[in-house]
């Protein structure tokens, strides 16, 4: 545990995917420029030599043409594949940043309480993942229920009286964001995930 405001460092409770992301990018990626690369490679009928029950088979431009086809299939399939999912995974982070930005910024700010954890069956870093359930009650009685991103850790022992901020879209109070790091208490409390 580290002491002093100097050295404190702010640990987000969010559980971020992003690296898992980049996993895939740097996996579909190759795989795509290889799948591309091979199209305009020099080849013809020539240097290719093709064996049917171990015998030499001529080779003809259309044999050429299927080879290129299926390399470009299977390799740049595959890396289509992967690097839609990496940039899923690496991108959606960074929306969902520049929305919550967005809604605190321009949206409404709410104080709800924070009601329990929902755990969820999913393990990441031998942890299981869960969301901050939390409900706001308007003065006329109606009741609204908030849910936050996956956290990684419980943040209710750090929040201020069980409170959280929930920033929501004037227009559409479905579209929100539940601020549980700006809610946390951090003045002298540091915490260790």
Same mark, same amino acid.
């Given at each position: 545990?580290?002491?002093g405001l100097n050295n404190v460092t702010q640990r987000s409770f969010l559980q971020r995917f992003s690296i898992i992301g980049l996993i895939f990018l740097a996996i579909g990626i190759p795989f795509l @420029? /290889?799948?591309? %690369? @091979?199209?305009? @490679?020099?080849?013809?009928?020539?240097n290719m030599t093709i064996y049917r029950n171990g015998i030499r088979q001529p080779a003809t431009e259309?044999? %050429?043409?299927t080879f290129r086809l299926i390399f470009l299939g299977v390799f740049g399939g595959l890396g289509l594949i992967f !690097?839609?999912?990496?940039?899923i995974?690496?991108?959606r982070p960074m929306m969902r940043r520049r929305r919550s930005e967005r809604?605190?910024?321009?949206g409404a700010l709410l104080v709800a309480e924070a009601i329990g954890l929902e755990s969820l069956p999913i393990r990441a870093t031998h942890r299981a993942l869960s969301y901050l359930q939390c409900a706001h009650q308007t003065p006329t009685g109606e009741t609204y229920l908030f849910r936050s991103d996956l956290l990684r850790t419980d943040p209710i022992p750090f929040l201020d009286e069980k409170k959280v901020n929930v920033y929501y879209d004037r227009e559409d109070m479905r579209k929100y964001f539940v601020d549980v790091d700006g !809610? /946390?208490?951090?003045? !002298?409390r540091v915490f260790e995930l």
């Open positions: 545990m580290r002491t @420029i /290889v799948g591309i %690369v @091979i199209q305009f @490679i020099p080849m013809n009928p020539e259309e044999t %050429v043409r !690097s839609t999912i990496g940039g995974f690496a991108l809604l605190k910024q321009e !809610s /946390v208490e951090m003045g !002298s």
